[in-house]
């Protein structure tokens, strides 16, 4: 399981998939938090694109990501969650998450949730972030700037936007990438999530010779 999460996270330049999140807004400043509600259920549909070399096509990798709320105590939820597909059809795990998106203890989901700010933001301030890991590329160190972008009526409905900009690097990758998180004020749950990134691995052929890959990627993460 954990391999399969961290291999997702560096594909999502750990702008990860996204937390509910409770947005409140007083003065001009937006209070971001997680309301954990037992019982829920939460199901993404991830879809990771990369366009290999010498393709004209890219190729898609399709995920499913489903978290259930089994209690929530003093705002911390319990979660169970499973990643389906891609070749990752895994048992189910488990993990407690605060009302930031901090996870106590030690779980594979804290690798896949974007931490909130302590504080309230106005439109415009960012806060960062920065996690290491292994994965299919080695030890990799990602670097989030997330800036929020505030309320805005997008196709009818109201959302709270959220920039991503996100630097990897270390193993055998190293990339950077954009993205925006698209947040409902009013049931407290991201709605999308999608990113840009642009790789450059590095691989070793039998000879001893080291080659260099791009490998643009795009990454959709959609609440069902």
């Known amino acids: 399981m ?47 694109a990369a366009m290999v070399p010498g393709q004209k096509r890219p190729m898609n990798n399709a995920m499913t990501l489903k978290l259930d709320v089994t209690d929530v105590k003093g705002g911390i939820g319990s979660l169970k969650y499973i990643l389906m597909g891609a070749g990752s059809n895994d048992s189910a795990q488990t993990a407690r998450v605060d009302s930031l998106g901090k996870v106590l203890g030690k779980a594979d989901l804290g690798e896949l949730l974007i931490p909130f700010p302590e504080k309230a933001v106005a439109v415009g301030e960012s806060w960062s972030q920065t996690t290491s890991g292994s994965s299919m590329y ?19 409905k109201k959302v709270a936007e959220i920039n991503i900009s996100s630097t990897i690097s270390g193993g055998n990758a190293v990339g950077k990438g954009t993205g925006l998180i698209q947040v409902s004020p009013d049931d407290g749950m991201v709605q999308s999530m999608d990113q840009s990134l642009s790789m450059q691995t590095k691989m070793t052929d039998s000879k001893g010779k080291t080659q260099t890959m791009d490998l643009p990627i795009k990454v959709s993460v959609t609440l069902q």
């Not at 080695?138 to 009818?156: D, E, F, H, I, W």
């Open 2 to 48: 954990k391999t399969a999460l961290l291999a997702l996270g560096l594909a999502l330049g750990l702008a990860a998939v996204p937390a509910p999140a409770q947005v409140t807004t007083k003065a001009s400043k937006s209070l971001l938090r997680i309301k954990w509600v037992k019982g829920k259920t939460y199901k993404y549909a991830v879809n990771v």
């Open 138 to 156: 080695g030890k990799s160190t990602v670097a989030m700037k997330l800036t929020y972008r505030g309320v805005k009526n997008v196709n009818g």
